[in-house]
């Protein structure tokens, strides 16, 4: 059975950071493109970033750019999403994404509160 178990949500400050976690198992994890998403109150889920398993690269939204760096641990089939310079418009769930060609998984989700 496969698990994307995220952690290291929380409440935190505007220019504050957060680093967010994601574990997997029950797949193999270096077949897997990983990727974060979110879904902001009242909004629909949207890319946030991906690291691709083929050759390591990166990919971000656009209104991530330069804060948040997406990281991979093969050691630990551990994905991570650094958030640095956080703003109130990056508080919403964030979603662990394992993706290959033949199938697709998601984490439960993890908050990520933006507040002063």
């Known amino acids: 059975q496969v698990q994307l178990v995220e952690s290291g949500g929380g409440l935190v400050q505007p220019g504050g950071s957060l680093r967010l976690s994601c574990t997997a198992s029950?797949?193999?994890?270096?077949?897997?493109?990983m990727a974060w998403f979110r879904q902001p109150p009242g909004k629909d889920r949207e890319f946030v970033a991906s690291h691709i398993h083929k050759d390591g690269s990166t990919y971000y939204a656009d209104s991530v750019k330069g804060r948040f760096t997406i990281s991979r641990d093969i050691a630990k089939n551990t994905v991570y999403l650094q958030m640095n310079n956080l703003k109130l418009e990056d508080a919403a769930v964030y979603y662990c994404?394992?993706?290959?060609?033949?199938?697709?998984?998601w984490g439960q989700g993890t908050q990520v509160t933006v507040s002063s």
């Open positions: 029950g797949l193999t994890f270096n077949q897997y493109t």
């Open positions: 994404n394992a993706i290959s060609t033949y199938d697709q998984y």
